[in-house]
């Protein structure tokens, strides 16, 4: 108890010193600052995994601009949705070179019904007939220095799902 006790007292003698008492402020500040800069870099977590088993696109064949829904199954990782931008793409999936691109919409923040996300757009109509590619690439900022700097957004794409365009 006696340490204890002078451990104390030299505590209490050096807090009497503003010098003593600046430099515990300017550690704790810094170290408290730079631990939820950290929390927040770290953040890696993707809102959704996109899982190829169960997922798919109906209908499995149709011709230059048809709709076609694709049924993607998901497993939610966060509670709170992120926004998030989605670039859809076909793809000769043989090659993997890019038939067409669509312009970049806004990521739905609608949770996923019975696991299961869905998305509806049409083929373009000079599609040439053959097997193609639906994939996704996905931007999401879920915090708020993910925001202020975009090359530390969550970019990832999804697995590739197959249909064929018929003439």
Known sequence: MGNLQIIAADVRELWGFKSFRARVFFAII???IAFVFGLLATDRVRPYDYIPEGSFIVPTSGKGGDQVTVHWH???NRTKPCPGI???LLIDP?????LATYDPVLATPM???KGYLNVTFAMPRNMQAGVVGYRAKMTYTCNWLQ???PTMAIKYSTPTL?????E
């Open 94 to 98: 043989s090659t993997d070179v890019v």
């Open 30 to 32: 810094p170290t408290a």
């Open 86 to 88: 989605v670039e859809r």
């Open 162 to 166: 197959l249909f064929t365009v018929v």
């Open 147 to 149: 925001a202020v700097f």
């Open 74 to 76: 998901v497993r939610q």
């Open 111 to 113: 949770p996923p019904v």
